[in-house]
T-cell receptor
Framework: DAGVIQSPRHEVTEMGQEVTLRCKPI?????LFWYRQTMMRGLELLIY????????DSGMPEDRFSAKMPNASFSTLKIQPSEPRDSAVYFC????????????FGPGTRLTVT | AQRVTQPEKLLSVFKGAPVELKCNYS??????LFWYVQYSRQRLQLLLR??SRESIKGFTADLNKGETSFHLKKPFAQEEDSAMYYC???????????FGTGTRLKVLA
């Protein structure tokens, strides 16, 4: 099993451009999480889904950020328009279910907005 | 408000010295607590959870409800323990996951 898969691994874009990050969770996992990691703020939960339904999106910074999970094997995190302060590593994780279960993390996408 | 606090951004210890990574939480319900670790060039992964009461790689963590703490301890640090450590809380009452800001542990030779 390849684990959680994220693409792209690196993204460099200019301010104002749209950025789409992709995630494929582990097969059979019902919960999917998006995190942002920065030096200043550490690991922040942006949003999580259970059975493809968003459960908690209180961590989404602002309307420029949106996330979708159209089916059990795919999710996207979109930033439109992107800003330099969005530069960070974005992680996707999945778990068997929502609750006190182990989360399995992807390798992350390093986003740089110039 | 629910919160996880890791007061140290960086902790440096010498090899063979004891290690304690601090984690305090704020939650009125019954907490489920975890420690995750991120080694260099590796994925973030679960180290241990309080309900398991297990020792992983020599690390232990005891939930102290009176002090609302879940500190991570190891009696003798090894160089391979150098990593980023995150404490996390699952707040079942509000269906929220909360991570601390992380502590970078450096074990010096």
């Amino acid at each position: 099993d390849a684990g959680v898969i994220q693409s792209p691994r690196h993204e460099v874009t200019e301010m104002g451009q749209e950025v789409t990050l992709r995630c494929k969770p582990i097969s059979g996992h019902n919960s999917l999480f998006w995190y942002r990691q920065t030096m200043m703020r550490g690991l922040e939960l942006l949003i999580y889904f259970n059975n493809n339904v968003p459960i908690d999106d209180s961590g989404m910074p602002e309307d420029r950020f949106s996330a979708k999970m159209p089916n059990a094997s795919f999710s996207t995190l979109k930033i439109q328009p992107s800003e330099p302060r969005d530069s960070a590593v974005y992680f996707c994780a999945s778990s068997r279910a929502a609750g006190a279960y182990e989360q399995y993390f992807g390798p992350g996408t390093r986003l740089t907005v110039t | 408000a629910q919160r996880v606090t890791q007061p140290e951004k960086l902790l440096s210890v010498f090899k063979g010295a004891p290690v304690e990574l601090k984690c305090n939480y704020s939650y009125s319900g019954s907490p489920e607590l975890f420690w995750y670790v991120q080694y260099s060039r590796q994925r973030l992964q679960l180290l241990l959870r309080h309900i398991s009461r297990e020792s992983i790689k020599g690390f232990t963590a005891d939930l102290n409800k009176g002090e609302t703490s879940f500190h991570l301890k190891k009696p003798f640090a090894q160089e391979e323990d150098s990593a980023m450590y995150y404490c996390a809380l699952w707040a079942s009452g509000t269906y929220k996951y909360i991570f601390g800001t992380g502590t970078r542990l450096k074990v010096l030779a």
